[in-house]
C-alpha cells in the first residue's frame, strides 16, 4: 500500500507490514486529533458512506498529549464496539491543558453500522504507542501512530 494522501490531505497512510501506520495533519493540534479519528474510520469502512445523523458526546483525559491521542481514539473505538456506531464527521471543541494533564470535549457524528451500506475494510482492534509522535510545526500539526488490525 504506498504513500498516498486521503481526504485532500487530511491524513495519509503510511507503510507498515502487519499493521496500519497513519500520519494525521491538522493546521491546529485539534484539526490533527479529529483528522486522526476520521483516518481510523476510515480503515474501518468509507466514512464517506457514513451519514452523520446521530451526535455523540466524547470526553477524554490523559496525562499527556501522547495518552491524550490514544484515549481519544480509543473512546471511538469502544464506542463503535458497544454501540456499533460508525463515525465520519468530528468537532473537538475544546481541548485543554489542566493542572492534572489534558483533557478533550468532543462531539462525534456518524449512525449505526448497516451491513447494506457500509463497506466492512478491516476491524482496528487496538491503538498502539509504538512509533506515535506528535509533530508540531508553525501553522501545522502532524500526528503519527499506529493501529493494531
Known amino acids: 500500500m504506498g504513500l498516498t494522501m486521503d481526504r485532500k490531505g487530511k491524513f495519509e497512510f503510511l507503510e507498515h507490514t502487519a499493521d496500519v501506520y497513519i500520519a494525521a495533519h491538522g493546521t491546529t493540534l485539534k484539526e490533527a486529533y479529529e483528522n486522526a479519528a476520521l ?37 471511538l473505538l469502544v464506542k463503535l464496539e458497544t454501540t ?3 463515525y465520519s464527521k468530528f468537532k473537538i471543541s475544546n481541548l ?15 449512525e449505526k453500522f448497516n451491513a447494506e451500506k457500509h ?4 476491524a482496528v482492534k487496538a491503538i498502539t504507542y509504538h512509533r506515535m509522535k506528535i509533530i508540531k510545526e508553525i501553522g501545522k500539526v502532524t500526528l503519527e501512530f499506529i493501529l493494531d488490525i
Do not use: C, H
Request: glycine share 4%; hydrophobic share 40%.
Open 84 to 86: 456499533n456506531m460508525l
Open 119 to 122: 463497506t466492512q475494510k478491516v
Open 96 to 110: 485543554e491543558e489542566t493542572s492534572d494533564g489534558f483533557r478533550i470535549k468532543a462531539t462525534a457524528w456518524g
Open 39 to 75: 483516518a481510523m474510520f476510515e480503515v474501518i469502512t468509507d466514512t464517506d458512506k457514513v451519514s452523520p445523523n446521530d451526535e455523540d458526546s466524547v470526553k477524554v483525559k490523559a496525562e499527556d498529549e501522547y495518552a491524550l491521542l490514544y484515549s481519544w481514539l480509543e473512546a
